[in-house]
């Protein structure tokens, strides 16, 4: 039994000294995919339910690896922000957002989701401000998307980082909006101005009477709070039509459009208006 614990003790360390191996080849790979400009950045709309006209995109990055393909974010961002490689990849992301979205029309906004360890960095004003001045966006069209971790911190700092950023103009939306431990409490300590409802709670088949009290608390509580409301992964008509009668005020979603490359913006809305 004691080789056996020896031998598999072993193994063991074997094993983690893979994992280890692994990650830390994600994080150079990262770092060089930044310098080789790996990364692009693709838009999602979001659809106004009363106007039906698209408000703004939000910007979603994905990184084209040679060798490991499509990467989604959903498997290097976590990573990313363990080793703190998510700041210079987040730098990068603000100062393109803005740039591709100051091309815009002015009537669209453009959605950058900010990690809670871009909070912890001290040059977080900073570069937004110098992305806001060199592509000459106007700051009342940036909007930063947090999550519930950002309001995590003790000392408080993000809550002030975030003040600073409003003064300024830019807008703040709460994501996943249900998913966290007390967003409640955030809502009241914060003025959002947008609560964006987590898919989970909008995808729910048409027999799931727990997600549509939820989405129709959220988007009442929004209501009476004037903050916009948000429904999130909206994928067919069926649910376009529950959270609308829900009370959300805007959409996004498969439904209307999955997120797109920067030069298909044009085009899709003028189809958009045509129709
Ligand atoms: P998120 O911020 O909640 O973004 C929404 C995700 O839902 C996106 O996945 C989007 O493509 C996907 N989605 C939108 N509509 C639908 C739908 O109708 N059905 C389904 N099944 N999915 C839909 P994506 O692009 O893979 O991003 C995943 C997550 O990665 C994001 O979740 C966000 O947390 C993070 N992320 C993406 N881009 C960035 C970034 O630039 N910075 C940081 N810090 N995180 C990012
Ligand atoms: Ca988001
Ligand atoms: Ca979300
Ligand atoms: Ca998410």
Known sequence: AKKDGHG??????????????????????????LALRE?????QPQVNL???TVTGFEALLRWQCPTRGAVSPLDFIPLAEETGVI????????????REAAKWSPAHIVAVNVSAV????????STIISA????GLDPRRLELEITESVMLDARGTAHAVLQVLRTMGVRVALDDFGTGYSSLGYLRSFPFDKIKIDQSFVRGTSNDPVGAAIVRAIAELGQSLGMA???EGVETADQLARVASDGCTEVQ??????PMAPDQIESYLSTRNRT
């Open 118 to 125: 871009q909070f912890g960095n001290p040059n977080l004003v």
């Open 50 to 52: 009363r106007t039906n």
């Open 8 to 33: 598999s003790y072993r193994f063991f360390e074997a094993e983690m000294d893979e994992r280890m191996q692994a990650r830390r080849h994600l994080e150079i790979d990262l770092r060089r995919a």
């Open 39 to 43: 990364f692009v950045l693709v838009y």
């Open 87 to 98: 700041i210079p990849i987040g730098e990068w992301v603000l100062r393109t957002a803005c």
């Open 132 to 135: 806001l001045a060199e592509s």
């Open 229 to 231: 409301t948000v429904a």
């Open 253 to 258: 979603g498969y439904y209307f459009s999955r």
